[in-house]
């Protein structure tokens, strides 16, 4: 937390009683300066309300989302010492419904990983358990060979017997196991059905990014606000001359990063598929987008990517694009990815289309 340095002012004198001249003058008693977080309190009442005037003029609804998303998009446009002041004055440390909703599945995912491990541990003892009672088998018929046949078929039908026994209590405990595996996978499958996480770049996934923009594209028709959709991926070129399928997701774990980190709290970064990535920037038009594009493209120019000990050649594909109410989502989304090889390293950092 940065800490603000405080306007000291000087600090008024009490005055001194005149009715009696013998009394020792009284020390001036040190008061708080209450000036300064009075003028900060000014200032955030005064942006607040050209945040909701904002809100009103462009005729966005005034809910709490859209005033958080106004509220922090005018903040950039503040000096560096106004937001430091304001990001004091607010606590911004309120994790978001959807990052939480998140975190929890990539712990339910975590946790049935090493149920399925479990499971599979058990499977092998039972499996183990199967080979030693062959063993065991095989060691009393070498023994009813070669022993007293009257002591020994006793010996071996009361040992046959607790095999037996044994076996049906295990065959219960193994179907007991498989019912409550089955259980768990179904809940597991229930949980990948309804995520919104790609547990391997942790960002949002496909299924979530779609629902986003189609929630978007009619709340665009309905309050005529502006979203605007930015499409990055590597160039082919690139992932194909990264022969480990594990240095190529690290790459791409590391471009998530980026642009989890240079992005707004508003904005959604997802994992479109096959290593494209796509950043829904609400409340944005089409100029701001591109200022956004070309940022995040310098930005990931300016990263040195290794694979391996060798830097990697970096080359990107970034298209960005508005939504326009009498287009569909598909048509849009089928625009900005035939746009994403016009763009690259030597040739343009992006490519703006209008649909």
């Known amino acids: 937390m940065v800490t603000l340095d405080k306007d000291k002012g000087a600090k008024p004198a009490i005055k001194q009683p005149t009715s009696s001249p013998a009394t020792t003058p009284t020390k001036p008693v040190s008061r708080p300066d209450t000036s300064s977080a009075d003028s900060e309190n000014v200032d955030l009442n005064k942006f607040s309300s050209a945040v909701l005037k904002q809100l009103l003029a462009e005729n966005i609804q ?9 509220f922090r998009k005018l903040l950039e446009s503040k000096p560096a010492n ?13 994790e978001d419904k959807l990052d939480r909703q998140a975190l929890i599945e990539k712990d339910i995912k975590t946790g049935f990983a090493q149920i399925r491990s479990m499971m599979q541990i058990i499977s092998l003892i039972y499996k183990n358990l199967g080979i030693m009672k062959g063993i065991a ?4 018929n070498e023994m009813s060979a070669s022993a007293n046949p009257l002591e020994v078929q006793g010996n071996i039908k009361a040992f046959g017997g607790e095999l037996e026994k044994l076996n049906i209590l295990m ?13 768990v996978d179904k809940i597991f499958k229930n949980v990948e059905d309804n995520s919104i ?12 990014l779609l629902k ?40 791409l774990r590391n471009i998530a990063k980026i642009l989890l980190k240079t992005s707004r709290r508003s904005d959604i970064v997802a994992h479109y598929g096959d290593g494209c990535f796509a950043m829904v920037m609400k409340h944005t038009d089409l100029e701001s987008a591109k200022k956004a594009s ?19 050649d ?5 298209s960005v694009g508005a939504i326009n109410p009498d287009s569909s989502i598909e048509e849009i989304l089928s625009a900005l990815l035939d746009a994403l090889p016009n763009s690259g390293k030597g040739v343009k950092l992006f490519e703006s289309v209008e649909v």
């Open 137 to 140: 088998k095989k060691r009393l």
């Open 171 to 183: 065959e219960r405990h193994i179907n007991a196991i498989k019912a409550s595996y089955e259980e």
């Open 314 to 318: 970096m080359n990107m594909e970034i």
């Open 82 to 94: 106004f937001q430091k002041k304001v990001l004091e004055l607010l606590d911004f440390s309120k």
């Open 197 to 208: 996480y790609d547990s391997k770049f942790e960002v949002y996934n496909k299924k979530y």
């Open 212 to 251: 986003i923009l189609y929630d978007e594209f009619e709340d665009v028709k309905r309050y005529k606000y502006n979203v605007s959709i930015m499409l990055i991926h590597v160039k082919d070129s690139v992932l194909n001359s990264i022969p480990s399928l594990k240095d190529k997701n690290g790459i």
């Open 62 to 70: 005034p809910t709490p989302d859209n005033f958080d998303i106004y």
């Open 294 to 312: 070309q940022r995040v493209a310098e930005l990931l120019y300016q990263t040195t990517f290794f694979m391996g000990e060798d830097e990697l």
